[in-house]
């Protein structure tokens, strides 16, 4: 096997892909020195790590991997934004307004990559407050049917 740049660049960002269930992709402009250095303090404000691999090698692991459909997003610089801790809350408005110079693109969460549109009314990207929803939903819901059903035993 033949192990040059590109070849050690593509393992990395399989290697990537397999050990980070959540990151971020964002679009980024090719900014200057103390552009960028300014936007890694503030990604290490807010607690985030960043990958920024190369373009070509990207989309080419994109195409040999099971996110083929998704190689035509990346056209431009690509930025991989993951959190430090596994167990952080996240907003997501919060985060893609305090990084205006990306464009946020998708959200990789569990194998799946959502788009921008796919997560429109989503706020939070809270394990626990999610299931805590849902546990509200279910309850309230079976609440609600065992109501009414006992309406129905006692009217007849």
Same mark, same amino acid.
């Given at each position: 096997m033949d192990f040059n740049f590109k070849t050690y660049q593509i393992v990395k960002l399989k290697k990537y892909f397999k050990t980070n269930n959540l990151f971020f992709l964002f679009h980024s402009a090719k900014l =200057? #020195? +103390?552009k960028w250095s300014l936007i890694e303090q503030n990604l290490k404000k807010l607690k985030l790590n960043y990958y920024k691999p190369l373009n070509k090698t990207t989309v080419k692991t994109f195409k040999s991997s099971i996110y083929k459909n998704f190689d035509s997003n990346i056209v431009g610089f690509i930025?991989?934004?993951s959190p430090n801790y596994k167990t952080m809350e996240l907003n997501l408005q919060s985060l893609i307004?305090?990084?205006k110079s990306f464009s946020f693109v998708s959200l990789k969460l569990n194998n799946k990559i959502y788009s921008v549109s796919q997560l429109k009314g989503? =706020?939070?990207?809270s394990y626990k407050k999610s299931a805590f929803n849902f546990y509200k939903v279910l309850d309230k819901q #079976?609440? +609600?049917s065992y109501v009414l059903t006992n309406k129905k035993k006692i009217s007849k």
């Open positions: =200057n #020195l +103390t930025l991989f934004i307004k305090s990084l989503l =706020n939070d990207l #079976l609440k +609600t």
